[in-house]
């Protein structure tokens, strides 16, 4: 199995709290990929109520385990996620026959991989947005 985790500059990615994230993994396997799972978790080791981890995962059918090579894998992060910087901790695939393979942070494969999570807007910003005002047009009233 060979498979590569898509960066494109992934320092500057921001998640609200309950969006999800989407990482495009790229793989193959000759016996075909069914499963792709992943696991993000929290850099801070500081102790809080907060939820510091997030999985997410896909079901590949039988005919795209061999035609595609990119797969996309949501991970929601959840509403009460702790906010601050996240990296993705486990990707694991599982192949066509049913045999599971685990790449762990640390091997290489998407150390570079670095997200941030940030909090939902607050009220105030979603209330009003003025862009600006310009003439349309004049004209005498009847």
């Known amino acids: 199995m060979s498979f590569?985790?898509?960066?494109?500059?992934?320092?500057?990615?921001q998640v609200t709290t309950g969006d999800d994230l989407v990482l495009r993994v790229r793989a193959y396997d000759p016996a075909g990929i069914r499963?792709?799972?992943i696991e993000c978790f929290q850099f801070s080791t500081a102790s809080t109520n907060k939820?510091?981890?997030a999985m997410g995962e896909v079901d590949i059918?039988?005919?795209e385990s061999f035609s595609?090579?990119?797969?996309?894998?949501p991970v929601p992060i959840p509403d009460?996620?702790?906010?601050?910087?996240?990296?993705?901790?486990?990707?694991?695939?599982t192949n066509g026959r049913?045999?599971?393979?685990?790449f762990y942070r640390g091997q290489g494969k998407f150390d570079d991989i670095v997200f941030e999570v940030t909090p939902p807007p607050s009220k105030g910003d979603e209330l009003l947005h003025f862009n600006g005002v310009e003439i349309?047009?004049?004209g005498r009233r009847n």
Do not use: H, P
Request: glycine content about 12%.
């Open 4 to 13: 590569s985790l898509q960066a494109n500059g992934s320092e500057a990615v």
């Open 35 to 37: 499963k792709i799972n």
């Open 51 to 53: 939820v510091k981890t």
């Open 61 to 63: 059918s039988v005919q």
């Open 68 to 73: 595609r090579s990119a797969f996309d894998v």
């Open 80 to 93: 009460n996620a702790a906010l601050g910087k996240w990296g993705v901790r486990l990707i694991e695939f």
């Open 98 to 102: 049913g045999f599971k393979i685990s």
């Open 136 to 138: 349309a047009g004049g």
